[in-house]
Structures are given as C-alpha cells and as structure tokens.
C-alpha cells in the first residue's frame, strides 16, 4: 500500500485500536470463569445466543448511523459500549447477568460491523487500491494477535487458582486497556464520500436490500462464510480452555498454547496476501471450509488426547483467520459506496439469524456431552461449506453500479 495516503493512516489507526480493543485477558480462562461463576455448557451456548440478540437488534439501525454520521463516530460510540458490557462481568454471579452483559456486548460490535469494511475500502478506493482490501483487513486482523501473546500467557498466569479476586483482577485490566481505543480511534479520518447519506431511513435501507438481490452470488457466499465460522470459532474457541484442561494441560500452560496460536494467526494474516496471489480466492474458501469440518470431527472423537487437540486447534485458527478477509474483500468489490455500512449490516442479519437458530440448537444437544455437540457443529459447517460461492466478474460490479447511479 501506498504511504501518506487516507488509506495507509486509517489502516495504521484501526491497526493500533484493534491492538488495545481486544485485549480480554479473561479470555484464555473464560470458559473456567464461566464454569466457577455457575454456568454449564447450555448456559454458555445461550450466553452466546444472547449476544447474537444484540447484533441482530443492532445492525440496521447502527449501519445507517454510519452511513449517516461517518465510521469515527459508530466506532467510538460502539467502543464505551464495549467497555461497559465487559465491566459488567465484575458482578455477574448469575444467569441473567451474563445474558445482559453479552446482550449489550453484541449491540457494541454493530457500531464497528459494516463500517470498518466500509471505512477501509472507501479509504483505499482514494488510492486506486481497492484490490487491497483482503491485505488490509489482514494487517489490521493481525492486531490482535499480537496483544494475544501477552494476554493469554499472562491471563492464564495470573488466574492459575482460578480464584474471584484473580477472575476480577483480569476484568480490570481489560478495561484499562480497552479505554485506551476509545482515544485512538479519534484519530480516525472519514473518506469524503462516507458519512454522507441524507435520504429517507426506509429508502436507505430498500437500497441494501437492492444491493443484495441485484448480485445473489454475495448471499451464498457469505452464507458460506458464517456457517462454517459459526462452529469453528463462534462455538469451539468457547471450549477451547475447557478442552485444554479436560486434556489434562495444567491451567497456568493454557494462556502458552492461545499464545501459540496468536502468533501463528499473526503470520497467517500478514500472508493473505501472499496466499490470494498464488491462488484462487474462491478456491480458498472451499479449501479451508473442508478444513473446518473435518477438525470438528476430529475434536469430536479425539479431543482428550493433548497433542491431536493441539493440532486440530492450529488447524481450526486457519481456518477462521483466512476466510473472512477474503470474503469481504470479493463482497466489497459489488456493494455501492453510499449505503455500503447498511448492506453489510443487512447481511450481518442473516448472520445473526443463523448464530440464533444454530446457538440454540447446539444448545439443546449441548447436554448430551462434548461428543454429540461438535458432530452437531460438524454438520452445520459441512452445510455452509458446500454452498455454491462464485467470482464477482467485472461484469457484475458494472451493472450494480450503473442500477445504483440511475437510482
């Protein structure tokens, strides 16, 4: 990417949020906080659930405000979100509470869903370099792997006694950090053309749709895309420290493997451009989707031996951090620029319809064991693998643009 251009600035912005944003050092132990808080696996899969409600109440309204307002804006509003939902874990002891906090933590993400995507691709479109958008997503992706490395071996350190006070302790600092994102991200730029959208809300919202029906091929694939990251991410990193420990890896190790697997996802993402040169994107997708399905089959039958674990666990983290910046970067390349925020929170609808259905699904298999789950989780993803996903021609992006332009 070219330097000293709108692009190279928000890309180097949203790299150094993204870095303190996600820093959760509960999360190589979540699972065990969930479990010492009271929670069995059922109630973690609708602690999921929960959050799905937030995204799916969230996503409209709060991809207008983008297209309205600017991304800056969403992305701050939606950072003291976050920062109040991951507090309210302090005095989660029951049920409800945890439903509240990940309620109002998937309301938070909307704020970014749709209007990062649309944020970095009006940005590089500036420069001529919106056939970068997979590098760039990648780049800023691989932020948060690197703060992993520290967090997870110092979260899992710090609560190897898995005591209230350590697990209070870890929430804390969380906070602190994710404080700091809500500063950075002020020194975010608007493209010219974002944030400018001043028709009627329903109009808005009826060219999304449009958006969508005119090029079909950006459903199925995203389809796609979210049903196989649904249970190879959504549903197995919510268990990934409990297998760890029911493989008999002593708790303070755990925080060691996650860090692992942030570096490799790091390495991973700062090649995605290196992997999209070499080969076919869509052939990617599908690669990698029958990769999904087939470490869920093994975490299903060999999840208590230590070292298939391990490896089915690198295995699954490639998956996940290979697919989606490949995918919006073919999708971007067809949804117009005036209501690009509101499509991909239309789209991100679907999704959450689909971690709705397939949440409380799982949910309910959940309580015959780990075993009957990830088969479950198998299945959906072996579903969404098989999904037709075809290129975006030239062809396509000219007759949406000139629909949208007549309009």
Request: aromatic letters at 14%.
């Amino acid at each position: 990417m070219l330097k000293g251009t709108l692009a190279s600035h928000n890309i180097r912005v949203l790299f150094w949020a993204e870095l303190f944003g996600s820093v959760r050092f509960i999360q190589p132990v979540l699972a065990l906080f969930y479990f010492a808080r009271g929670l069995d696996e059922t109630y973690i899969l609708w602690v999921l659930l929960f959050w799905s409600s937030g995204v799916l109440l969230g996503e409209i309204p709060t991809g207008m405000f983008a297209d309205r307002y600017g991304a800056k804006l969403s992305f701050m509003i939606g950072a003291c979100i976050s920062v109040v939902s991951h507090g309210m874990l302090i005095w989660a002891y029951e049920p409800w509470m945890f439903f509240a906090s990940s309620l109002l933590s998937g309301f938070a993400v909307t704020f970014f869903s749709g209007a990062d995507e649309a944020l970095i691709y009006e940005s590089l479109k500036e420069s001529n370099e919106e056939n970068m958008m997979d590098k760039a997503l990648g780049i800023i992706q691989s932020a948060q792997f690197i703060v992993m490395v520290f967090v997870l071996i110092l979260g899992a350190i710090i609560a190897k006694d898995l005591t209230n006070d350590q697990f209070v302790l870890l929430i804390v600092l969380g906070i602190v950090f994710q404080s700091i994102q809500i500063v950075l991200l002020f020194f975010v730029r608007n493209p010219a053309n974002q944030g400018n959208y001043r028709d009627k809300p329903f109009n808005q919202v009826k060219e999304g749709l449009l958006a969508i029906k005119r090029t079909p091929q950006v459903l199925w694939m995203f389809l796609n895309i979210t049903l196989v990251f649904i249970p190879t991410a959504a549903i197995f990193d919510n268990f990934g420290d409990k297998l760890l420990s029911d493989a008999d890896l002593p708790v303070y190790l755990i925080g060691f493997v996650f860090a692992g697997l942030a570096i490799f996802s790091f390495f991973v993402s700062r090649s995605i451009g290196w992997i999209t040169s070499r080969f076919s994107r869509i052939s990617v997708l599908y690669v990698t989707g029958g990769m999904g399905v087939l470490g869920l089959l093994l975490v299903a039958y060999f999840r208590e031996t230590l070292w298939i674990l391990l490896i089915i666990m690198v295995f699954l983290r490639f998956v996940r951090t290979v697919r989606y910046p490949i995918y919006a970067k073919l999708a971007n390349d067809i949804i117009p620029s005036h209501v690009r925020a509101t499509t991909i929170s239309l789209l991100s609808i679907i999704d959450s319809v689909c971690d709705l259905v397939i949440f409380s699904s799982i949910a309910g298999i959940a309580v015959f064991g780990f075993e009957k789950m990830f088969l479950a989780c198998a299945a959906v993803a072996l579903v969404g693998s098989l999904l037709p996903i075809k290129p975006v021609t030239i062809q396509s992006v000219s007759k949406i643009k000139v629909k949208s332009q007549s309009r």
